[in-house]
C-alpha cells in the first residue's frame, strides 16, 4: 500500500486478531460494499501456493470456515477507519498449474448475519414497545459487540396487554426490520469506532447529519473525482394514497400522504413534480400508528429520484465516502449541484491504490 495508507487485517474463528505477516502479504484485492438497505458486505482474495500458510494451517483448522470472524481496518493519512467487521460466509479456493496463480477468496457479511441465523417465531414481548424489542434482541450478541443505537418513534405505541401481546416473527434480523419498516425507520449495522465494536442503527433516515468533504467534478486542478453523472427518473416521483372507506357509501376514499418528514427535508428548491398516483397497499392489519410509519417513510422515499454514480481515488480525496451520510457536489451546474446523500459506496482496494464506487441521492433540483 501507499506509504499514506496502511491497512490491518484480522481474521479468527471467534475473535479476530492480527494475521500473520505472511497472510498480509499473499493479500491481492480487498472489497467491501455498504448502502442503504443492505447488510455491509467484503471480499477478500489471497495469492495461494501449496505450502502456504493459508492452506497448510490456516484452512485445514477451520480458522477461516464460516461464521469466522474478519476485521478489515484502515488509515488514511493518520486516520483510522473501521471499514468492515464481518463474518465469513463462503470461502473459495482456485487452484492453477502456473505458480502464482493460485488463490483463496473469503466472502462475508457484517456481523448482522449472525441475527439471520435462528428462526424465533412465536418468541412473546409483553407490554414492550418496538424499541425495547429491539434493545432485547441486540442484547442477545455481545460476543459481537452489538451497542445499539435506537431512536425511539414518535408514530409508536406501547402494545396494550388486554388487547395483544407482541410476538417474534422469522429471525431476529428479519424482525427488527421488519419492526423499523414499521415505525418509518432503518436498520443496519456500522462497525467502530473501535475494532471488535458495532453500532447497531434502529432510526430514521437522517439526511441532516454533519457533511463530509465535497465532491468536486469540472473543478479543473481542484477536481477529486475521476468520475460522477446525474439522471432524473420523471416518472419515479410518486403521489402515494391510502385509502379509507367512507362509513356512510363504504366506498374507498383516496387521501393523499403528505411528504412531512421532518429528517428528509427538500434537499434542494425544486421539488420534481409526482407524474404517478399509487396507493400504499398492506395496512389493513397494521394499527393506525404503524400504518402512518410506513406511509409517511414511503412518501418520503418517493422523491428519491435524482440520483447521481461516480467514482474517487480516495487518496486525492483524502478520507474515505461513507454511505448514509450526506455530501455536497460543487461543478455540476445550477440544476444538479448541492447536496446529496450518499446511498451506497463499493471499497476497492489493491496495492498502491485504494478506489470508491458510489452512488448519491436526491429530492430535489438546485442547491438551497
Avoid at 42 to 48: D, G, M
Avoid at 74 to 92: A, C, I, Q
Avoid at 136 to 161: D, E, R
Avoid at 172 to 184: E, I, K, N, S
Wanted: net charge positive.
Amino acid at each position: 500500500m501507499a506509504s499514506e495508507l496502511l491497512l490491518s487485517l484480522r481474521l479468527g474463528p471467534v475473535l479476530a486478531e492480527p494475521v500473520p505477516r505472511e497472510v498480509v502479504d499473499a493479500l491481492l484485492s480487498v472489497q467491501v460494499t455498504e448502502g442503504v438497505g443492505r447488510s455491509g458486505g467484503f471480499r477478500l482474495r489471497f495469492a495461494t501456493a501449496k505450502r502456504a500458510r493459508l492452506l497448510t494451517e490456516l484452512l485445514p483448522q477451520g480458522a477461516l470456515d464460516p461464521p469466522a470472524r474478519a476485521q478489515i481496518v484502515l488509515t488514511v493519512r493518520g486516520r483510522s477507519t473501521v471499514l468492515m467487521d464481518g463474518v465469513v460466509t463462503r470461502h473459495e479456493l482456485g487452484p492453477a498449474a502456473e505458480p502464482g496463480r493460485s488463490t483463496l477468496t473469503l466472502t462475508g457479511e457484517d456481523v448482522s448475519r449472525m441475527m439471520d441465523v435462528v428462526d424465533q417465531t412465536g418468541l412473546k414481548y409483553p407490554c414492550l414497545p418496538p424499541e425495547a424489542r429491539v434493545a432485547v434482541i441486540c442484547a442477545k450478541y455481545p460476543m459481537y459487540g452489538l451497542v445499539p443505537a435506537i431512536v425511539p418513534s414518535v408514530l409508536a405505541v406501547p402494545p396494550n396487554p388486554l388487547r395483544e401481546v407482541p410476538s417474534h416473527q422469522g429471525t431476529d434480523l428479519a424482525y427488527v426490520r421488519q419492526l423499523a419498516a414499521q415505525a418509518g425507520h432503518h436498520f443496519f449495522v456500522a462497525p467502530g469506532p473501535a475494532p471488535g465494536v458495532n453500532v447497531a442503527h434502529w432510526e430514521p433516515p437522517n439526511r441532516l447529519g454533519p457533511p463530509q468533504e465535497p465532491l468536486l467534478v469540472n473543478c479543473d486542478t481542484a477536481t477529486n473525482v475521476d468520475s460522477l453523472s446525474f439522471s432524473f427518473d420523471g416518472f419515479s416521483a410518486t403521489q402515494y394514497v391510502v385509502l379509507l372507506q367512507d362509513p356512510d357509501t363504504r366506498f374507498p376514499v383516496p387521501v393523499p400522504v403528505p411528504d412531512v418528514t421532518p429528517l428528509s427535508p427538500p434537499m434542494g428548491r425544486r421539488r420534481p413534480r409526482p407524474l404517478k398516483v399509487a396507493p400504499i397497499r398492506g395496512l389493513s392489519k397494521l394499527t393506525p400508528a404503524q400504518a402512518a410509519g410506513v406511509a409517511l417513510a414511503r412518501a418520503a422515499d418517493s422523491y428519491e429520484v435524482i440520483s447521481g454514480q461516480g467514482s474517487l481515488d480516495v487518496l486525492r480525496y483524502g478520507q474515505p465516502l461513507r454511505p448514509r451520510r450526506p455530501v455536497p457536489v460543487h461543478g455540476a451546474g445550477e440544476a444538479y449541484d448541492g447536496t446529496y446523500y450518499v446511498n451506497s459506496v463499493t471499497h476497492s482496494l489493491q496495492r498502491g491504490s485504494y478506489n470508491q464506487q458510489f452512488t448519491l441521492t436526491r429530492n430535489a433540483f438546485r442547491p438551497l
